[in-house]
């Protein structure tokens, strides 16, 4: 079985500051990793995903996510935070060995970035 | 840019009421999803489908039914809508296709949905 973990409710962070996601799953095969945006009132918006290759994954508005295979994380980062990037953040997972195209999410994290 | 637009934003209905939540994706997507969001809860995964005329249950199908007549097009339908159903509605889409395509699902804006 799939699951996904981000153990913090609620981030907050002053503006200028980096900032830390953090996302743990577990999964039997290949994981196949996405992080997705929530802003008020809106659908999930796409930010990064880790599939294979570079363990540093580069996505949009300046986010990035390192997957580590040995902590089973996937920890969204950015280095300096913005207040336009206060938002609901969801981590997602997908087990890429058993071929099922479902999308497993996390609880969700509500970052604050303080003026 | 792919959209996937679902047919009402706010929605009340009364209990033991039919409701219909419509979802239309313009991408040729195979796989279309419905999930309720809940605080704390996170997104769960209510139905999904592979194809016309294909559903599969998710994580909490019980007092929910699909229908997907057309390949753009896949209704959630609520049989005799209860309070423990008012919630955030969110229908995603995704290709069906191999690695290159895993750009993961793209979400229409939300039908919040509240039962009295």
């Known amino acids: 079985a799939q699951s996904v973990a981000q153990p913090e409710d609620q981030v907050n962070v002053a503006e200028g500051n980096p900032l830390t996601v953090k996302c743990t799953y577990s999964v039997s095969g290949n994981p196949y990793l996405f992080w997705y945006v929530q802003y008020p009132n809106r659908g999930l918006q796409f930010l990064l995903k880790?599939?294979?290759?570079?363990?540093l994954v580069k996505g949009s508005y300046g986010f990035e996510a390192e997957f580590n295979k040995s902590q089973t994380s996937f920890h969204l980062k950015k280095p300096s935070a913005l207040v336009s990037d206060s938002a609901l953040y969801f981590c997602?997972?997908?087990?890429?060995?058993?071929?099922?195209?479902?999308?497993?999410f996390g609880t969700g994290t509500r970052l604050t970035v303080i003026p | 840019d792919v959209k996937v637009t679902q047919s009402s934003r706010y929605l009340v209905k009364r209990t033991g009421e039919k409701v219909f939540l419509e979802c239309v994706q313009d991408?040729?997507?195979?796989?279309m999803f419905w999930y309720r969001q809940d605080p704390g809860l996170g997104l769960r995964l209510i139905y999904f489908?592979?194809?016309?005329?294909?559903?599969e249950k998710g994580d909490i199908p019980e007092g929910y039914s699909v229908s997907r007549e057309k390949k753009e097009r896949f209704s959630l339908i609520l049989e005799s809508a209860s309070t423990n159903q008012t919630s955030m509605y969110l229908c995603?889409?995704?290709?069906?296709?191999?690695?290159?395509?895993?750009?993961?699902?793209?979400f229409g804006s939300g039908t919040r949905l509240t039962v009295v």
């Open positions: 997602a997972v997908r087990d890429g060995q058993t071929g099922a195209n479902n999308l497993f």
């Open positions: 489908s592979y194809d016309v005329k294909m559903k």
């Open positions: 995603a889409s995704s290709f069906l296709g191999g690695d290159e395509d895993l750009g993961g699902y793209t």
């Open positions: 991408m040729d997507h195979e796989n």
């Open positions: 880790y599939i294979t290759g570079d363990n």
